[in-house]
């Protein structure tokens, strides 16, 4: 399995932007489909966004549509979300995960909080 570590988690003000970086080791990057979800607190894990190995496709969750953008850079073998246009119920804790090939999402990293205040 390849090994995650997520960073840019933070405080920010509604309207406010982040960008979450996601590092992974242990595998060929660009072999796994790559995705953030999140998790606020209480609440069950919720899919946000998901990017194909070659970067070329994408997927958002509704709410997250027009306001946050998956995108990777396979030669630092690294994920990102950008996030703009936050709201307090944004708040959560960020994950990226990874799925080899076709297979499920089966790493994941340990989260970084994203708290947005109103």
């Known amino acids: 399995q390849v090994q995650l570590v997520e960073s840019g988690g933070g405080l920010v003000q509604a309207g406010g932007s982040l960008r979450l970086s996601c590092a992974a080791s242990?595998?060929?990057?660009?072999?796994?489909?790559m995705a953030w979800f999140r998790q606020a607190l209480g609440k069950e894990r919720d899919f946000v966004a998901q990017i194909s190995g070659s970067g070329g496709t994408t997927y958002y969750a509704d709410f997250a549509k027009g306001r946050f953008t998956i995108s990777r850079d396979n030669a630092k073998n690294t994920v990102y979300l950008q996030m703009n246009s936050l709201k307090p119920e944004d708040t959560a804790v960020y994950y990226c995960?990874?799925?080899?090939?076709?297979?499920?999402?089966?790493?994941w990293g340990q989260g970084t909080q994203v708290t947005v205040s109103s």
């Open positions: 242990g595998g060929t990057f660009n072999s796994y489909r």
């Open positions: 995960t990874a799925a080899y090939g076709f297979g499920g999402y089966d790493s």
